[in-house]
């Protein structure tokens, strides 16, 4: 592109733009040759899976078809609720000042920017989409006669279906995109195409959106810095110890069980934030338990492994490196699961060795798991154990996709509108980079 696209009465190149867009035809290409490819290796295995969604959506359209008066009925509020903003809307028009009929939530950030109030053309496009968007979701969770799985199913992907289509999301109608479009002369729209290229090609096809700049962080250096080292190993972890910070430490050592879905590490992001940083301070010698990235070569391990040769293989060693008979425990996230599961197994042989076991954010009931229950029955269990079952592991993308989409307006949207339609580059984050 031009040096002056952007600039005052510059203007685009046609040369350059004609070897630009067919620099992104080729690579678009190869992306989709890649995504066919990606395909093909994972059996066309996806989550969330298209027919679980469809199923949903087919049972909920049925039950809404049994009672046509219940529909006509929410039909009738929402053309109330439109002549409601149209009235209004006429007389912000003729200069009256009038209350919204809708408004975004207090947590909503999507609509910050002040056009959204202050411009009447916007404010009625925000408050028409807020009135559908509600409408819709309140319908489907309206619905009689749906199982508690199927409702479940059908409100988080109506929420998807609703977040998706808001107008903030799309340059035409995002007033802070389009003023950017307008000073930039199209430039971001080109940066942004770029940027979505780049992010499925790093997907092979499928979009792996960038949520901060990789290269701002090195492991060791400005993330991960408190100093420590390898004590021990086997074939699913390796035992860390910290270097203490005190001139004297406390008698019994604690040991750290992190998830194994995500890097120990989100417990020493930098020193400002450290957990394992204010733990040391505080004068405790602090083991904790890094993870292998599995592959296939561990298919063969079980939950019982990791057990086995996670937590009461780190009790093990601690004891003997420090000669004391008792530990302290702190399991994070499913890593806390599997504390748990450790500590009813330990209880069970008689093996009292933990003195204090603490929980961050574990689920140790899993009658209620939440959102997450939506990518969890026989039917995707099975499919998972079919996939599983093929290439020995799950890969990470699939567990990203669905935390993702439990916060899809700040892991999804709001990257989609810096990253593609502002057409700039994520910010330097380390929650996001550990993420």
Known sequence: MDDTAGKPGGSADPEEMTKAMTAYAERSQRIINAFYERQAKDGGFQIPDPAVIGKAFLDVGAKMMADPAKLMEAQAQLFQSYAKLWETAAKRMAGEEVEPVVAPAKEDKRFKDKAWEEE????????????????????????????????????????????????????????????HTIDSKGENLMKGLDHLLRDLEAGEGQLRISMTDADAFTLGENVATSPGKVVMQNDLMQLLQYAPSTGKVA????????????????????PKNSFIKWAVDQGHTVFVISWVNPDEKLSDKRFDDYMLEGPLAAIDAVTKM??????????????GTLTACTLAYMAAKGDDRVKSATFFTSMVDFQDPGELGVFIDDEQLENLDEYMSKTGYLDGKHMSQVFNLMRDNDLIWSFVVNNYLMGREPFAFDLLYWN
């Open 322 to 335: 420090t000669g004391e008979k008792k530990v302290n425990v702190i399991g994070y996230c499913i890593g």
């Open 120 to 179: 009447a053309l916007y404010d009625t496009m925000k408050q028409s989409y807020l009135l559908s968007a509600n409408w819709i979701q309140q319908m489907v969770g309206d619905v009689d006669g749906l199982d508690d799985k199927t409702r479940e199913k059908a409100e988080f992907y109506t929420r998807q279906f609703v977040n998706a289509l808001a107008p903030t999301n799309f340059a035409a109608t995002n007033p802070k995109v389009l003023q």
């Open 251 to 270: 008698k019994t050592p604690l040991i750290i069980v992190p998830p194994w879905i995500n890097k120990f590490y989100i417990l020493d992001l930098q």
